[in-house]
């Protein structure tokens, strides 16, 4: 079961998620991206952790909604270099210029998302000679809607400095 998610964009509203279309790169274009929510810590997602540090300027005037991913959601789950492997084995289409290729028009018929964890982001992000470096953070691309709850949320982002 994947915890609730924290999307951020400067539309108002949430709309529809944009099919999937394949790049050299290792991120496809479209899809949504989503940071697991972390009220908890201070700051509500690693990928706002990673804009406050990185590209403060992402956080401006943006909106945030709390999505929670129905219990029935099929996303594959990388938390290790072996993850990423097995996906790459099945999807993987180069692995040419340190970028590690999916078929990614190909992951979004068999899955719903895909999900980058803490440690599998650690695990990836350097590793040779598959890489995810490139996915910065914690995180997960959905190819569809499969959100049992949408909210609108409020969050406060605190600088580095506080």
Same mark, same amino acid.
């Given at each position: 079961m994947i915890k609730p998610q924290l999307f951020c964009t400067e539309k108002e509203e949430?709309?529809?998620i944009e099919p999937v279309k394949n790049t050299k790169f290792v991120k496809p274009l479209g899809g949504l991206w989503t940071s697991? *929510? %972390?009220?908890e810590k201070r700051y509500p997602s690693?990928?706002?952790?990673?804009?406050?540090?990185?590209?403060?300027?992402?956080?401006e005037d943006i909106n945030c909604f709390l999505l929670v991913p129905r219990d029935d959601a099929r996303v594959y789950v990388i938390d290790s270099y072996a993850d990423l492997a097995r996906l790459y084995e099945r999807f993987?289409?180069?692995?040419?210029?340190? *970028? %590690?290729?999916?078929?990614?028009?190909?992951?979004a018929k068999h899955y719903d998302g895909v999900m980058l964890t803490e440690k599998g982001e650690v695990d990836t992000r350097f590793s040779r000679p598959l890489s995810l470096?490139?996915?910065?953070?914690?995180?997960?691309i959905w190819f569809r809607n499969v959100f049992?709850?949408?909210?609108?949320?409020?969050?406060?982002?605190?600088?580095?400095?506080?």
């Open positions: 949430f709309g529809e697991t *929510f %972390t009220p690693a990928w706002i952790e990673w804009c406050v540090h990185e590209m403060p300027q992402w956080l993987g289409i180069s692995k040419e210029l340190g *970028f %590690t290729v999916m078929d990614w028009e190909e992951i470096y490139g996915w910065d953070c914690e995180s997960t049992k709850k949408v909210e609108k949320i409020k969050i406060r982002i605190k600088k580095r400095e506080e």
